[in-house]
């Protein structure tokens, strides 16, 4: 393996990590999030129709019933394309639904099935605070227990990583527009667990080799946690590579409910394996080297 040194190139990670945070962030801000009805409320209405379909096609089978929406607002999907997804901006009632069937049957009569998911303004709000709760408190409790396993200094570096990975997904889903619904938080949550676990590992390491070790200078900081760094660099790769196997089998062949999860599963775990090596040590070397300039600083003043 071509070793190289990652601590000292550290600003160069800092900068790349800054202009992806830099254009997710006007991502965000110029397109925001295509938020599910998990999220907002409105009706998703999911037809399976088995046959080709123009979208143009469904959207008058809506208007008919007085439930209008543009060809935008519907996607095809299912194994080949024969499943029309439909989002509605507003809840539909029993009557509605029940003329929405016999209308979806008269134009299509090779249609078997359809689900009806409507989420009111109330619960589209709670859901969304129960969502942003969920992040925060496991940041906090991943944080605390950093904190008192390691330090301070290690438990802030891991959590800045978990938020740069967490808005790395963000970032993408929004970019390509891909609807955020429940499953997308579940995935964050597990890629916030598996990245804080392969942290660990390395902050482990780097703790193991401080014992004993003296410490001087940056230059002993930096040589150090670059060869923590490359002992547990073969498992973190393995690791990782392992688990996209799994994600990449699921995202191909797990079907369509979950393939937005897989994707954002596959977007975090490399993220996560980025910033674990290249981002969480790295800042945790910058604020231990401000306490190191420090402590020469107040040696120097006593003698």
Same mark, same amino acid.
């Given at each position: 393996m ?23 962030l ?6 925001g ?7 907002k409320?409105?009706?998703?209405v ?10 143009s ?24 394309n024969?499943m ?17 069937q ?5 134009a ?11 989420v /009111?303004p109330?619960?589209?709000?709670e859901? !969304?605070?129960?969502? =942003?709760?969920? #992040? $925060?408190? &496991? ?8 904190a ?8 802030v ?6 938020m ?5 997904v ?5 970019l390509l ?26 902050f ?14 940056l ?8 060869? /923590? ?6 498992? !973190?790769?393995?690791t =990782?590579?392992? #688990? $996209?196997? &799994? ?23 490399i ?5 674990s ?6 800042i ?20």
């Amino acid at each position: 393996m071509i070793r190289f040194a990652i601590i000292e190139r550290r600003k160069w990670f800092f900068l790349l990590s800054g202009t992806i945070t830099l254009a997710g962030l006007i991502v965000i801000l110029l397109f925001g999030l295509n938020l599910g009805t998990d999220f907002k409320p409105g009706t998703r209405v999911q037809i399976q129709l088995n046959q080709a379909f123009q979208p143009s096609t469904v959207s008058q089978v809506f208007q008919s019933v007085n439930l209008p929406v543009g060809p935008s607002g519907i996607t095809a999907g299912g194994k080949d394309n024969e499943m029309a997804i439909v989002m509605l901006g507003e809840t539909v009632d029993s009557q509605q639904q029940d003329a929405l069937q016999t209308a979806i049957k008269k134009a299509f009569p090779h249609a078997v099935g359809t689900e009806v998911d409507t989420v /009111s303004p109330v619960i589209a709000q709670e859901q !969304s605070q129960t969502a =942003v709760w969920a #992040v $925060l408190l &496991a940041s906090l409790g991943i944080m605390i227990y950093v904190a008192l396993r390691f330090e301070f200094r290690f438990a802030v570096a891991g959590i800045v990583a978990l938020m740069h990975d967490a808005f790395i997904v963000i970032s993408v889903f929004a970019l390509l527009r891909i609807e955020v619904d429940l499953p997308f938080i579940a995935a964050v949550l597990t890629i916030v667990g598996y990245s804080i676990n392969d942290t660990i590992v390395i902050f482990d390491r780097i703790r193991e080799n401080l014992k004993g070790a003296k410490v001087n200078s940056l230059a002993d900081l930096e040589h150090l946690v670059n060869h /923590s760094l490359w002992q547990t660099m073969a498992r !973190s790769i393995n690791t =990782v590579l392992t #688990v $996209l196997f &799994a994600a990449i089998t699921l995202y191909f062949f797990g079907g369509d409910p979950i393939h937005n999860f897989c994707f954002a599963l596959l977007v975090g775990l490399i993220s996560g394996a980025y910033s674990s090596i290249f981002i969480a040590s790295p800042i945790w070397v910058a604020w231990r080297a401000r306490s190191l300039h420090k402590g020469a600083k107040r040696s120097d003043a006593t003698a």
